[in-house]
């Protein structure tokens, strides 16, 4: 078995791509309560918006205090004619700091 080095893209969206391990550190510096993850490849619209609303609404309904959203971009191959990841960030982000969902308890990292 082989142990390879991180892969690094280049493409200045490195930042993003957290393995299992930093999600979990990251998480727990956030002191979530709870993580519930929201994975899509296309750009964010309305609806999927108003879901994440709802689940985090209804988690703390449940009694959780602080539940952190894994936003979880696929980075992978898509179909052909998707929106190129890039765009897709960028539009994440414009999500977040409009404040449509929360970026204090949110987490915006690339599915490999």
Excluded: Y
Aim: proline share 5%; glycine share 6%; charged share 30%.
């Amino acid at each position: 078995v082989e142990v390879l080095g991180r892969i690094l893209w280049k493409d200045g969206l490195d930042e993003f791509r957290l393995t299992p391990a930093e999600l979990k550190r990251k998480f727990e510096s956030m002191k979530a309560d709870a993580v519930f993850a929201f994975q899509l490849r296309n750009p964010i619209h309305n609806g999927h918006a108003l879901l994440m609303q709802d689940c985090r609404r209804q988690l703390q309904e449940r009694g959780f205090k602080k539940s952190v959203l894994l936003l979880h971009p696929l980075g992978g191959w898509t179909k052909e004619d998707d929106v190129p990841l890039n765009v897709r960030m960028s539009q994440h982000k414009a999500v977040l700091d409009e404040g449509v969902l929360d970026p204090e308890l949110t987490v915006l990292a690339i599915f490999p």
